[in-house]
């Protein structure tokens, strides 16, 4: 499990350490790891030996003629070369590094996302999920790739450029240690407001990608109503208000190291004055200042580097953050500690035995109301009623989306929070009123149902649904790709497709939730024939506004306002009289 995530206005100590979720992901690749840092030792090895090269070039280059300039050179381009290589390996090693981290991470996010209940979902949005996989991770895989090479290695050179300059002259690296502090000070002063900046850009950015994800998902509905300039300027508002925060960032992050690199370049030269003064008087050789001077260069650049580095990390903890923080997410649904397998064949006789319940969200609002119903196996019995009257949530519970406030459901005897989420939903197949299909071909979305299925058992499937004559005149017929919601099919076409997933899924429970409530009388007769060959040998519960669609269930069962009022067939239910007779009243002689 990730370490807690830290609050906004922690410290930066406590939200950096929420990088330490990344160090699982790091720790698989220990290969790379090793490569990396071993590059890093000879890059870093190679970067302190270059003013040693360059003192001897101007003390013994000069001073010893032809000969010693030739080996003083050659010994200067060794160096470089065993720079450039060490150099490129580093980055060969650490971006692959980052690159496969990013991967693992993603594949982690989006699987336990995957594993979360519906209350979840319910609560988050989309686009903020795709920005939490996307840009956040991007940060990640910069602080991977790049940033934590560039912290590691400035680390090094600067412990290794202030260990040298000591060795080269104690006295001028005494002064020169004057400027780290002054370079320290106004990194701990911005970095607050950069930490605050930084959570505040991401934030924007999620929200500009879950404006387009909400308006492209609905683009139907948006062309409609011709409000294409709407959410043009809607997305336009979101992307200005994350770029006015992200300006905010930049010029907080810019200032930071400006002031950071004048103080630290300004003690350099401060020291490197007072050293020139004792090359002049003879207390050092020209060479030496000019290793010192090089030695001062890369410790100060190291420091500058760390300035900028530190505001990456403090973006890079901001996304981890936020990533940690889905990953802490618990699913409520979870699969029993030892599971009761259901019988074999599953024969699917469900009770619900006085079950209530609320949404998650609106716990004083219970939406079922001590709901007692007892479906045979092979039966059909059809829930009806007003909007609202909780005949959906009877199917979000039986596939176990959510568990009853109080009360029990059972398939074939077996409590089903005993069951394993998978077997229960694997003993069920569902047919909602807007089926969702993929952007993939038509033989792909039904193989959905079933993925190790025959393409002989898909052409069955899709005969039975009758969906053939319509599936053979698409331009690649059972390859030709739906696009995205199946946009490529009328409303009858995409029914007749979750048909044919449903059939060869060949569950023994059928979910009918509104299947036939969207569609023209003709594409409602042909859906007909599908159902009845869907519904044939199982058990089925069918959800409908429209009763016409009912009247061949075994049992009819009236609801209302969360609560069981009336069961029996159509004809008892006229006779009865009450809801169902009001209804029935409405939708055939009205």
Known sequence: MPDPAPAPGA????????LRTLWPFVRRHRGLLTAWLIALAASSSATLTLPIAFRRMIDQGFAGGGAAIDRVFLLLFVVFVALALATAARFFFVSLLGER?????????YAHLLGLDAAFHDRTRSGELVSRLSADSELLRS????????ALRSAVTVVGGIAMLFVTSPRLAAYSLIGIPLAVLPIVIGGRRLRKVSRSSQDRIADANSVAAEALGAIATVRAHAREPHERARFHEAVQLAVRMARKRIGAQAVVTAVAIVLVFGAITLVLWSGAHDVVAGRMSAGTLGQFLMYAVIGGGSVAALAEVWNELQRAAGGMGRIAELLQEEPRIRSHAEPQRLPSPVRGGIRFDAVEFAYPGQPDRPVLHGVSLHVRPGETVALVGPSGAGKSTVFALLLRFHDPVRGQVTIDGIPIERVDPAELRASMALVAQHPTLFAASVRDNVRYGRLDATDAEVDAAIRAAHAAEFVAA?????????????????????QRIAIARALLRDAPVLLLDEATSALDAQSEAAVHEALDELMRGRTTLVVAHRLATVLKADRIVVMDGGRIVAEGTHAELLAQGGLYAELARLQFID
């Open 101 to 109: 981290v990013v991967a693992d991470l993603r594949d982690r996010l």
């Open 143 to 150: 602080v991977i790739g790049s940033t934590m090479s560039v």
């Open 474 to 494: 698409l331009p690649e017929g059972l390859d030709t790709p739906l696009g995205e919601r199946g946009a490529r099919l009328s409303g009858g076409q995409q």
């Open 11 to 18: 410290s930066p100590a406590a939200r950096l350490g929420s």
